[in-house]
């Protein structure tokens, strides 16, 4: 469906759901909520509403605001996530049997960051994303790990499921010695909610972003370097801060490795 709507400029809406795998006793929906996880990431790459209908001391707050900022704003990735075009294509899949989901971010004309959601598959083919001139560093979300997917239409990388079973991945290019993949604690770690598009800029030894945030917030953004490396820098907003304020954030190749 989001496929249609996209193309009408309409938001697709994922529906109400539940952010805790919990029973509701006495609730409209009792639940129990068999996999929140993926509704509400699902919900976050619609583009459109993340609307939990817990009841009254139900709601997963951990999992709710890893979909926004502090004040409530959703991360949005720039398009409604949307079944993959291999699912289209007679050399992979059946269409009945293709769970392939994917969206992105762009964060400048050379920089896309693709969202792959595999529902029930575990093998992230090249052929789901858009070109890319340039290998990428892929990030498994629920692992916490990294792979090299070269720039190869035929490549294939076998991914762990997380503890839902499904499969969620950002894939982003490898340029000027970085992959930038963002806050990594949210569903959309690159928005531009977030990081506002046209200022990233890179070397070797750093990669300078532009970072948006409101009062107390504190944001750690990462990035990957070609041998597989995280590293991450953290930028910290006032608490007198009025409304949203902009800061600029930098990661050093110099900096200590970081393990999520």
């Known amino acids: 469906a989001s496929l249609f709507l996209s193309a009408l400029a309409i938001l697709p809406f994922k529906d109400g759901f539940l952010s805790s795998n919990l029973t509701q006793p006495g609730g409209q929906n009792p639940g129990p909520e068999l996999n929140p996880d993926r509704e509400i990431l699902l919900a976050a790459l619609?583009?459109?509403?993340?609307?939990?209908?817990?009841?009254?001391?139900?709601?997963?707050?951990?999992?709710?605001?890893?979909?926004?900022?502090?004040?409530?704003?959703?991360?949005?990735?720039?398009?409604?996530?949307?079944?993959?075009?291999?699912?289209?294509?007679?050399?992979?899949?059946?269409?009945?049997?293709?769970?392939?989901?994917?969206?992105?971010?762009?964060l400048d004309d050379r920089r896309r960051v693709h969202y792959v959601y595999l529902d029930r598959g575990r093998l992230?083919?090249?052929?789901?994303?858009?070109?890319?001139?340039?290998?990428?560093?892929?990030?498994?979300?629920?692992?916490g790990t990294l792979h090299l997917l070269d720039n190869r239409t035929d490549a294939v990388l076998p991914l762990r499921?997380?503890?839902?079973?499904?499969?969620?991945?950002?894939?982003?290019?490898l340029l000027d010695g970085w992959a930038f993949l963002g806050d990594l604690s949210k569903y959309v770690p690159?928005?531009?909610?977030?990081?506002?598009?046209?200022?990233?800029?890179?070397?070797?030894?750093?990669?300078?972003?532009?970072?948006?945030?409101?009062?107390?917030?504190?944001?750690?953004?990462?990035?990957?370097?070609?041998?597989?490396?995280?590293?991450?820098?953290?930028v910290a907003f006032d608490a007198d801060q009025p409304?949203?304020?902009?800061?600029?954030?930098?990661?050093?190749?110099a900096d200590s490795p970081a393990y999520l």
Request: charged content about 20%; hydrophobic content about 45%.
């Open 190 to 234: 690159a928005s531009t909610r977030r990081f506002p598009k046209g200022h990233l800029s890179a070397d070797p030894d750093t990669l300078t972003v532009l970072v948006a945030g409101v009062a107390n917030e504190s944001v750690t953004a990462c990035a990957a370097t070609a041998d597989l490396v995280l590293r991450c820098a953290t």
């Open 124 to 143: 992230l083919h090249a052929a789901a994303l858009a070109a890319r001139a340039a290998p990428s560093i892929v990030y498994n979300w629920y692992a």
């Open 46 to 106: 619609s583009g459109a509403a993340v609307a939990v209908v817990d009841g009254v001391g139900y709601v997963n707050a951990t999992r709710v605001m890893a979909s926004c900022r502090a004040d409530g704003l959703v991360l949005k990735p720039d398009y409604p996530v949307s079944i993959a075009d291999l699912c289209f294509r007679d050399d992979f899949f059946p269409p009945e049997d293709c769970f392939v989901y994917e969206t992105h971010t762009d």
């Open 161 to 173: 499921p997380g503890y839902e079973g499904h499969v969620y991945a950002l894939v982003s290019p």
């Open 243 to 253: 409304g949203e304020a902009t800061k600029e954030l930098r990661i050093s190749a």
